[in-house]
T-cell receptor, first 113, second 114 residues
């Protein structure tokens, strides 16, 4: 049972525009979320986190929004750059789960120059 | 600060063999988690070690085991390999255990079972 879902396998965006990657979860006990970027043949690179006490967290070009009532989070990348082309994973956990994270299946982002 | 290192990077084994993968966490990190990534799947949690103790285990058969040493380095072992064990095995280190915290991944070990 996939508790974290990324329903868009791929996304294409023009350079300079906003990229919005979405993630849904089903377990209401999740209260901590991470986003990772992954290039081929490399391990995932940590991008940004958010806990359920917040509804937004920003780090440079990356902003994560959390809607707890909808069990939905999104990652906004503004402006998008060609180097952002990668697979993006969201991951969820909670106090009950320790450091066990549940990952989505990823969204492949292509930023077109 | 050096990142998470994993050895070997690539491995080819045949069915029935066993394999041991190694992970060295970021200096000062004491929590090490292992994940399996297969095509079409997200990362699946295998287990987490902290202070040489397994704290958490995912839904994998007993053929998958691990351990952690006093210097926080961790090994993962898979016995009686099956074709379906072909995957990218990722190790992640974290500063703390017991509560979710940012995890930093190594480059992974690509295991191919023939």
């Amino acid at each position: 049972d996939q508790q974290v879902k990324q329903n868009s396998p791929s996304l294409s965006v023009q350079e300079g525009r906003i990229s919005i990657l979405n993630c849904d979860y089903t377990n209401s006990m999740f209260d901590y979320f991470l986003w990772y970027k992954k290039y081929p043949a490399e391990g995932p690179t940590f991008l940004i986190s958010i806990s359920s006490i917040k509804d937004k967290n920003e780090d440079g070009r990356f902003t994560v929004f959390l809607n707890k009532s909808a069990k939905h989070l999104s990652l906004h990348i503004v402006p998008s750059q060609p180097g952002d082309s990668a697979v993006y994973f969201c991951a969820a956990s909670g106090v009950l789960f320790g450091n066990q994270f549940y990952f989505g299946t990823g969204t492949s982002l292509t930023v077109i120059p | 600060k050096a990142g998470v290192t994993q050895t070997p990077r690539y491995l080819i084994k045949t069915r029935g063999q066993q394999v041991t993968l190694s992970c060295s966490p970021i200096s000062g990190h004491r929590s090490v988690s292992w994940y399996q990534q297969t095509p079409g799947q997200g990362l699946q949690f295998l287990f987490e070690y902290f202070s040489e103790t397994q704290r958490n285990k995912g839904n994998f058969p007993g053929r998958f085991s691990g351990r952690q040493f006093s210097n926080s380095r961790s090994e993962m072992n898979v016995s009686t390999l099956e074709l379906g064990d072909s995957a990218l095995y990722l190790c992640a280190s974290s500063l703390r255990a017991g509560e979710p915290h940012e995890q930093f991944f190594g480059p992974g070990t690509r295991l191919t079972v023939l």
